[in-house]
């Protein structure tokens, strides 16, 4: 029988909505001087913080807040809506807390027994050394978003553990003090989330640091045992959970999309049509009626993506199979090519206003652009992944 799920706390839906649109807000009135410093300015890592944003996802053994997963997507869709590099933040800095919750326990104390911000790039391209009872860390890690404001961030390498049979993927623990930011973060879009790179040069690293997390997607349980089974956090499988939110923050991108070209159509005047009115036109209208059609069958994928979640949480289902994990990557990455798509029809529609560096459709069309790159919203790859599923074949090895 499954485990029943210890009941949460009631949280304040209205207040953790409220402080989005307040976050969101800040963001959206330095968004050109973000874009055009590649930062948000260290204002907006605060009020993510001071909303608590970065315990939505932390295990409530660490203080964390409890809260339900449409709830959390609602939270980060509403930031969205205003400024995606500000949304992208609020969604890694809770996810991030998911890793550190899956450390061995005295790791889980050090860094979410405070109020810390982590960052993470989970890619397994550092070099590890055996140093005693711990390890030595080399490498550069680009693209390592919310680096700027973090007190410690994860990064992925390839090592030998103690009680393993060989290399094995890992992600390492490595306080500020350890790691310095490689300045490289000048990109198309998600500029003001500041993604810079960071590079190691020989930090130490304890065991209780080291998550082994080929394990962690195999067995879909915490390093070192020692947690909270009823905790929402250990009863649904890690990955699929930690990469909830970037089809979310696409889809937050794509509602301010669709406002402001209802906005610019229904004002706008055709010169070269005889002053036609633009919302009178069949294209337009076509155009608008089928982007929000597209909009709402990405809800409805979202919702999809929400309720396997709650299923597995429900049965405390932790490992799934490749099938079942790799429909959630389809999904992620037909909301997030929908999102490209539907941010590229309007721009070629409302012609030549939303092209201009900074206008906000040009902002926005940029920032969606940036999410569909990620790797783990390319459109090829997760079909490709989930259509060999589907065949009985073995899925993406991560995503």
Known sequence: MAKTVTKQARVDV???????????KMAEAEAFAADKNARLSDNIAKAIRDAEFHKLMKPQRFGGIPCDLRTYVEII?????????AAWLTYFYSAH?????????????????GDALLADVVAPIGRVEKDGDGYRLYGQWNFCSGVLWADWVGLGAMMALPDGDGPEYCVLAVPKSDYTIVDNWDTLGLRGSGSNGVRVDGAYVPLHRILPAG????????AGGDYDEADPIYRMPFMPLFLLGFPVVALGGVDRILAL????????????KGGSKEKESSGSQRLYAEMTMQQKASEGLIRRYIEQLERWQEEGKTVVSDVEREELFALRGQVVKTAANIAVSAMLTLGGTAIFRG????????DILAVAAHPNSLYEDSMAAYGRTLFGLQGDPVW
């Open 359 to 366: 206008d906000p459709v040009e902002l926005f069309i940029r």
């Open 215 to 222: 394990r962690l997607l195999s067995t879909g349980k915490p």
């Open 97 to 113: 807390d998911i890793w550190a919750a899956n450390l061995p326990p005295e790791g889980r104390e050090e860094i979410l027994g």
């Open 77 to 85: 869709r509403t930031v969205a809506r205003y400024n995606i590099p």
């Open 261 to 272: 070209f209802h906005e610019r159509t229904e004002r706008r005047v055709r010169v070269f």
């Open 14 to 24: 209205a207040t953790l909505l409220a402080r989005a649109e307040e976050v969101g």
